[in-house]
């Protein structure tokens, strides 16, 4: 299911987590300053549950205005909290089978003349049910710390609903937390108030090395329990050693921890069998005839799962990841037991997650989804780089994830509320209710309504900007834009809980502008540069917009070029370390960032209109009498891409002469895989299908047939070791650019596009300095090394030059069409257009 909402629209509406309530009785909880109901606990109501209630009295009260008391009762009359087995009374025990795994988060929220139920299946779904009845009144905490919080005033309370909630993923451990946060308490009251709390704990961390640690003198004395690696048999670290799995004696361990671990633990319901980080994985004979690494970690697994379920002891499961060299789909059954949770990164073989999760499915009966929120190494706490940021995707994956029949959820993530903060709060909603998805636009409102109120159209646009635009942006006009939007909603406010939000998104705004900074800086100053973002980021730590420990440390260990010395490091003292510095930033200072920000950058206007075109692609050259040209070249390719290539009835095989892995330190992520599809098969599946190239450096031939003809969609993948495809001279091969699906070549590349009749510039952007532009006679009109950094460019056509080909010539990085058709081809019999076009300006 693939769901496109419209974004950010202003929409009206009383929202709640999930539906409308059905029509319920009346009740009045509070009015006139004064509570007309305790909250009420059963005598023998658990600690979490007596602690949930008086969190439901103190909020209330500060809703109402009023004093809520919380007394013992059968639940009759009051606010009535607990598990169902708390209220005998309710006559609630039919509605609740908490022992089933998809049941345990299950609660009732239901008014009545007496008051209201506020019943779960157990003490976690009551705490979910007691946030979910304040967030019915306008509660929100939107990000973790206390500036984030709405606690609405209301000068009655009466609610009237009755609703059973249950969650569609049944651990929504996304975002989890950040492991290098500043402020785990504040993570872990975020998860409690969104409903993220897991009923069920599913283990899935790297497990091999705690097994080693706590067997180590077992493995001591049989060093041949370790995998042979180039020759050897040794400990490599618990994050790096892999397990002879083929040894009789290292299974009968392994199974034997599984079990002790279990025995020790009888409420523990999982243990994690996934092996360790990275690869070193055995290379003896005995473990390649068990069959792939996937094969063999599924094998022990199994192993583990059948034993602890032999204990006796109720329903256990044993948790591993489909992840780097043991991602590709195993040829062994996986036991009922075992959660597969499939990664949506470092992922071998070539295949997508898609076909991962199909390929799992087949052998799995139980699977989950390891994705990534946010991964500081890869984003910095920039915005527009995390997919917990990126709301589409979001929208589109969740959904998507559940259709395909994933239940867990485990994702990482970093302190980047700045970046991520929109996306972290929609995850937890999703994730209990993927129908929400299709309602994503009223949550949206909600968020800017609450936290922003007369201030909220300004930041609808600076969350457009960064949570949901992709449209290629230069630095500057990024800045230029974030800076402009919060200074406008300052000045339309005088909310100081509105104003310390905008605060927040003020200094997140310089610390993006200050990497920036340090990105571009070289010599002397690069290091003056990380300096400052350090200073920066530690001093707004607590506002959790940034990872401020993984910049300390993590940025400056990846970059030689600078150091943090000594005595400035993160483990120094701030009465210590002139780097650290509490001093809170004043109204005055924070105004000064934003006037400086402004003044310092220009918002980018673009000097064209860009032009839509359809992918209703056909052959180009003849219908539009386009002249033989030198062929081009797409260079070589790294990762996924896709093309599009065209059958005759004569031609009905495409041969390609394909080499992988040019890279070869890289040569271990698999062989080369591609695939054919016609829009003609019924079926959506492939017509042709190929995985036979290894990562080799070696050409291979490769056939692939259609029974179809026409316009054909040719994708292929690797692992990122790149591939070079030798395609047949003059044989359609069109690859699309926009600025949503940029054409990625690798190295140098020299391409040609079709200019059609009637444009008067030719506009796009450009993530590359170096190449040219030729118009249609070779001639230069615009030379890439001349401009500054990337970003938007546009040339005039001269009279006489449209209804042409132009080339990009000598380029490096991707060129996104924004006035033209946005595809790119090697020569003109090669290149593929839409049908409008041809129609219009052809024979």
Known sequence: MRITPLWFSAVAALLFWSCEPAAAESVALAGGGEARLPVVVGPEAGGRVRAAAEELAEYLGRIGGARFAVEEGDGGRGVAVGVFTDFPALHLA???????????????????????????????????AVWDFLHRLGYRLFFPTDTWEVVPRLETITVSLDVVETPDFYNRSGPRGAGRTVDREAWQRWH??????????????????????????????????YALVDGRREFLGGDATKFCISNPGLRELVVADAVRTIEQNPEQETVSLDPSDGDNWCQCDACAAMGSVS??????????????????????????????????????DVHPNVIVSIATAFIRGGYTVEQLIDGWSERAQIIGIREYHDVHTWSRDLPRRARGGHVDYLVENIPYFH???????????????????LGYWLSPILLWDVGAAERVDEYVEDFLEKSFGTAKEPMRAFYHLIAVDRAPRSNEDLLARMYRHVAEARGLTGDPAVLARLNDLALYTRYVELYFAYADASGPARQAAMEEVIRFAYRMRNTLMVTARSTYTNVPARDRSVSVPEPYGWNVPEERNPWKSSEPFGEDEIAALLEAGIAAHEVTVLDFEPVEYSDALVPAAEALELPDVPTGSF?????????????????????????????????????????????????????????????????????LRSPHGGLHQFEWSDGSDRTSIVWPENRPMTMRSTLDDPARPHGRWDLYFYVPRGTETVGGFSTGTRGTLRDAEGNVVLDFSEMEEPGYFSVPVPEGQDGRLWRFDGSVGSRMLMTVPPYLARNAAELLLPEEVVRRDGR
């Open 403 to 421: 259709e395909r029949g994933a239940r867990f959820m485990n994702s990482e993530n970093a302190d980047s509320w700045g970046a991520n903060g």
């Open 635 to 703: 260079g070589t390719f790294r990762g996924r891409h896709t093309a599009y290539t065209w059958f005759t009835p004569e031609q009905r095989e495409l041969t390609l002469q394909v080499t992988g892995g040019l890279i070869a330190h890289y040569r271990n992520r698999g062989n080369v895989r591609l695939t054919l599809y016609s829009p003609d098969e019924v079926t959506l599946e492939p017509v042709a299908h190929d995985d036979g190239t290894p990562p080799d450096g070696e050409p291979y031939e490769v056939v």
């Open 94 to 128: 039919e509605r609740f089978n908490p022992a089933e795994i998809a049941r345990r988060e299950e609660y009732l929220l239901r008014s009545h003349a007496g008051g209201v139920h506020i019943i779960g299946a157990t003490e976690t779904a009551v705490e979910h």
């Open 295 to 332: 094969d063999r970690v599924v094998l022990l697994a199994n192993a583990a799962a059948e034993a602890i379920n032999a204990l006796g002891l109720g329903e256990k499961y044993v948790g591993i990841y489909a992840y780097a060299v043991h991602s590709p789909p195993p040829n062994v």
């Open 192 to 225: 409690r108030r969104n409903r993220m709390t897991p009923a069920f704990t599913l283990r899935t961390g790297h497990a091999y090395g705690g097994i080693i640690r706590r067997n180590r003198a077992a493995f001591d004395a049989h060093p041949e329990y």
